[in-house]
């Protein structure tokens, strides 16, 4: 599913200097100057130049991440088809736009035309955009993948433009049946702890429970991380149970049933995934040297698996501030994205089994793969990743607008104020997140200044 870094060559060439060759173990032909001219010194200024003077500002200097990346074992679908693809689109497009009876049959000419605009662009977008982390079932797979993420925060933007009602009428150009009221459910009427109302509360929304932990587990690929961010949704859900009627949910709801059994579950079975990637043997033999049928469908099978796998350890507790703060920041990014579809659905009033809400749930597992494959390289291998991803940068912009979006559209919808008892416990959770950093980073880091300076005193 992730690429590997660089080659092995890449990394020499950054690690270790260039060593002067002698004399001796030059070819005399080759060193001799032309025309006579006298040979040039070695170095700047008869100084030698040493590996770690070199200008780093140069874009040539920079190891781009993934660039490289290639499956060889079936070069025929990576060869350039540019042009071809190109001619074949243009051929298709001058087809439908000036046929008759196509235009006919699609009475809403501006519906067709909206619709060719969109594919127009994601086979740019699949054909020109920057390669990601994955390569497999194929590198043009993800970039149509970054392209639908665009599309949607170009849509995003241009919903923040528009007023509440405005958005509700849009969308019955997509689905007539939508702008009608519907009436939140909640799930605390009934909290006994018996075998009826625990058998009442199982429903389809658990095996969604399960799935979803399942592509997050897939996503963190971290343990440490899965249960922190199952126990934080739970509290946000308790937060916010006074505005969502659907969060309101009985103790043995949130504890048990939800995280116990089913985030526990999705996320065993996506951790059980990780680890049997991480530790299956990879084979890159082409399609051509595969023998026999079975080989050759075992093969085609294989290219939507992982090209190979990276494991992921987020614990900011042993590393420095800078790796906490952004572990926190990638958490909160996870909640916010967790929350955001509960209130757009809310807001537009789609049901939660509409294919638009479920849409967007797999677009958010499809574009949070890379982009966290991205974000853990950019913070753990610097040297590596000189810039942050693409598709963690448009990820965390469509995450920030849907917030944007949401703010603008809540304003009047929600009256009831936020009670006492969650703003006390929001306030002791922003006390610890806060302290902690301190305790660890803070106080540690003034010790050892304080000791330099005390040293330098005496001396």
Request: proline residues 6%; hydrophobic residues 45%.
């Amino acid at each position: 599913m992730s690429a590997t870094a660089s080659s092995a060559k890449g990394d020499n060439a950054d690690d270790y200097p260039m060593s002067p060759i002698s004399g001796e173990e030059s070819d005399s032909a080759l060193l001799s100057a032309p025309n006579g001219e006298d040979e040039p010194e070695p170095g700047v200024a008869g100084a030698p130049v040493r590996w770690y003077d070199a200008d780093r500002s140069e874009p040539y200097t920079h190891i781009v991440p993934f660039q490289e990346m290639r499956d060889t074992s079936v070069e025929f679908f990576y060869k350039p088809t540019t042009l071809t693809a190109l001619s074949i689109c243009l051929i298709i497009l001058a087809y439908v736009a000036t046929t008759q009876d196509v235009l006919e049959e699609g009475r809403d000419k501006r519906r067709v035309g909206a619709y060719a605009t969109v594919i127009s662009f994601l086979i740019f977008s699949m054909i020109q955009f920057r390669d990601g982390p994955f390569i497999r079932p194929h590198p043009a797979f993800w970039r149509l993948v970054q392209g639908i993420n665009l599309l949607y925060l170009l849509l995003l933007v241009f919903l923040a433009f528009q007023d509440l009602p405005s958005a509700r009428h849009m969308l019955t150009y997509i689905d007539p049946s939508l702008n009608k009221p519907l009436e939140e459910k909640s799930y605390a009427e009934d909290c006994t702890l018996t075998p009826r109302t625990l058998w009442d509360a199982i429903d389809i929304f658990c095996l969604a429970h399960a799935l979803g932990w399942y592509g997050k587990a897939l996503i963190l690929r971290d343990y440490w991380f899965c249960w922190i961010l199952s126990i934080a949704f739970e509290i946000a859900e308790y937060s916010l149970q006074h505005q969502l009627a659907n969060f309101a949910e009985c103790w043995w709801d949130h504890w048990i049933l939800d995280v116990l059994v089913c985030n526990w579950f999705g996320t065993w079975l996506g951790m059980w995934t990780c680890q049997y990637f991480e530790v299956k043997p990879y084979s890159w033999r082409g399609f051509r040297s595969t023998k026999g049928i079975r080989s050759k469908a075992k093969r085609v099978l294989n290219q939507f698996s992982p090209y190979s796998f990276t494991s992921f350890h987020w614990s900011p507790t042993t590393k420095s501030f800078t790796h906490y703060f952004s572990v926190l920041t990638l958490l909160t990014l996870f909640l916010l994205a967790e929350l955001t579809p509960f209130y757009l659905k809310y807001l537009l009033w789609m049901e939660p089994s509409h294919p638009l809400v479920i849409a967007r749930l797999a677009g958010i597992f499809l574009w949070g793969l890379p982009a966290v494959r991205e974000l853990y390289q950019y913070l753990n291998e610097p040297r590596r990743a000189v810039r942050m991803g693409t598709h963690v940068w448009v990820l965390i912009a469509t995450i920030g607008t849907e917030c944007l979006v949401v703010f603008k559209w809540s304003k009047g919808q929600f009256e009831e104020p936020f009670p006492t008892t969650v703003k006390v416990g929001w306030a002791i959770i922003a006390c610890f997140v806060t302290a902690y950093p301190l305790y660890k980073f803070g106080i540690p880091k003034a010790r050892r200044y304080l000791r330099r300076e005390g040293r330098r005193k005496r001396e």
